[in-house]
Structures are given as structure tokens and as C-alpha cells.
């Protein structure tokens, strides 16, 4: 189970945060230091958080959207 320190408050709720993975490796991810972001652990790609919806399309599609 993933922690997060609490300077901040989080851009999502613990559930869904506590579950999501990265969609190319099925690594876990963690909050960019600003939390406006999600980076996998394994790949460093970073997925961006937008009105707290976590936006989860593999790197080659985040171009198009």
C-alpha cells in the first residue's frame, strides 16, 4: 500500500489513489512534488491530474488528446 505525506492536500481520494497503476509497465505511482501530476516508478512517465481526474493514456496517445 502506498503512503503519502500530508503537507498538501491530495487530488484524490486514498481509495482510488491506493489502487491505480501505471497503464504500460503496472507500476506504481506516485504524486509529482506538485501534485498536479502521477509518475510511475518503473518508467518515469508522468500522467497529468486534471480537475482531479487522473488522466491515464499511455505516452503516444497523451499527444493526441
Known amino acids: 500500500m502506498k503512503k503519502t ?3 498538501t ?3 484524490l481520494p486514498a481509495d482510488l489513489y ?3 497503476a501505471c497503464p504500460v509497465d503496472k507500476a506504481d505511482l506516485k504524486y509529482t512534488k506538485d501534485k498536479t ?3 510511475c516508478v518503473k518508467c518515469k512517465y508522468v500522467y ?3 480537475e ?3 488522466i491515464l493514456l499511455p505516452p503516444e496517445l ?3 488528446s
Open 9 to 11: 492536500p491530495e487530488p
Open 37 to 39: 501530476g502521477l509518475q
Open 52 to 54: 482531479g481526474i487522473p
Open 18 to 20: 491506493n489502487i491505480i
Open 5 to 7: 505525506q500530508n503537507t
Open 62 to 64: 497523451q499527444e493526441q
Open 48 to 50: 497529468p491530474i486534471k
